[in-house]
């Protein structure tokens, strides 16, 4: 039971690639979206302390077991919170990047608008 390649890559990288990754349609229509911001930020809140909580459970432990990532491999407990984090960070990345071409987009409209 061993990581894929590609997720050996991506630990030894310690980050995803610097590219847009197109993920499984059939899995992102099962995500259920927030209906607000402050959801999303209970959300989040609620995912910091379940971390953890995780992080504190992993330091007690005895047992140590895999488990399989539908697309890199197997990983440990301490893989997976490895991978979690590259996760978020990615997410972050597209926020960044999603902000960055709404602002672009909103300043070329008023410059535009303030030419008429």
Known sequence: MAMSEAAKTLFSNGSFPDQR????P??????????????LRT???KLKHAA?????????TQHFGKSEHPGLGFFNCYEWLEYSEMH????LKQKRRIESF???????????????
């Open 52 to 60: 953890n909580a995780i992080w504190i459970r992993m330091q007690s």
């Open 88 to 91: 978020m960070r990615h997410h």
């Open 21 to 24: 990754i197109q993920g499984n």
């Open 43 to 45: 959300g989040m809140e």
């Open 26 to 39: 059939v899995s992102a229509e099962k995500v259920k979206q927030p209906n607000s911001i402050e959801e």
């Open 102 to 116: 709404i602002f672009k987009l909103i300043n070329h409209t008023f410059s535009q608008l303030k030419k008429d």
